[in-house]
């Protein structure tokens, strides 16, 4: 089987975009595997599906680089919208994710920005193993936790550089405090509109960049009073925006780019 895909990036956080509306849905986590496979197949940190949707422009579904589903992905939710606005001639689209409705609108300088819904702060939504205080975990580090969709850890330090991911990160995935996983970030405070970021993501390593981490960084350090309502969030790929009025939806704003066009195939 031939499947056309598109892959883009959004500052270094790459994904692939497969549409299948109007036909079948034929991916399955081994596929998603195949593929997101960097020397084997195309190589990603995720893959959008997407599948015809009654009520939005189209339902997206997303999937690891290592066959896992997740529910949401700020960066290839961006990507899908600025390919269905440029589709549709619009500068706004409505699109379908486990997170509900999202609307994504188009920015200056091929910007986009998504409101990816509220976070979820209750320990169980998180989810966490047991009633915990999710704004300090009984961790060394006293890191805090939500639910973007998917689950976020924050480790707030006071030099970026002196942490690595790739060795703090795989453990504190895996911890038994957190019975689906988690992504895992190390936040530097540079100012109270200004963060640096670096991340261990659930089920793909160390990324140059996360939709999802920045929001949840930017949720847990304005939950802190560490941060005001609008961040600029400098990753390793570069930087985007994170809005929070410590209530509502949580925005993502910022830059997408198509790298290739071609088609996979899948046995």
């Known amino acids: 089987m031939t499947l056309p895909f598109v892959k883009m990036h959004a500052l270094g956080d790459d994904f692939i975009i497969i549409d299948r509306r109007g036909l079948d849905d034929p991916i399955t986590a081994q596929i998603a595997r195949r593929l997101g496979n960097r020397h084997t197949g195309i190589g990603f940190n995720q893959l959008a599906v997407l599948l015809d949707c009654d009520d939005a422009a189209a339902r997206v579904k997303f999937w690891n680089a290592n066959g896992t589903a997740l529910q949401a992905c700020g960066s290839a939710t961006r990507g899908v919208a600025d390919r ?37 702060l209750e320990w169980a ?40 991911p790739a060795v703090a990160g795989p ?36 990324p140059l960049g996360s939709g999802t981490c920045c929001c949840a960084a930017v949720v847990n350090g304005i939950r802190r009073g560490l941060l005001d309502s609008r961040v600029q969030v400098q990753c390793d790929g570069g930087t985007v925006r994170v809005d929070w009025d410590g209530q509502g939806a949580v925005v993502l704003t910022g830059s997408v780019e198509p790298v290739m066009q071609g088609n996979a195939y899948v046995f």
């Open 84 to 120: 269905l606005m440029h589709e549709a001639g619009s500068d706004s689209i409505v699109l379908r994710t486990d997170r509900g409705l999202l609307t994504c609108t188009r920015e200056a300088g091929r910007r986009v920005s998504v409101s990816m819904g509220p976070p979820s």
């Open 125 to 164: 939504a998180v989810p966490l193993a047991e009633a915990l205080d999710t704004l300090d975990l009984p961790l060394e580090g006293r890191p805090a936790a939500c639910s973007m969709g998917n689950p976020h850890c924050t480790f707030f330090v006071a030099d970026i550089l002196a942490v690595d």
């Open 171 to 206: 453990e504190l995935e895996q911890h038994p405090l957190f019975p689906a996983g988690t992504n895992v970030h190390f936040v530097q405070v540079l100012n109270r509109g200004h963060i640096r970021l670096r991340i261990w993501e659930r089920g793909g390593g160390v």
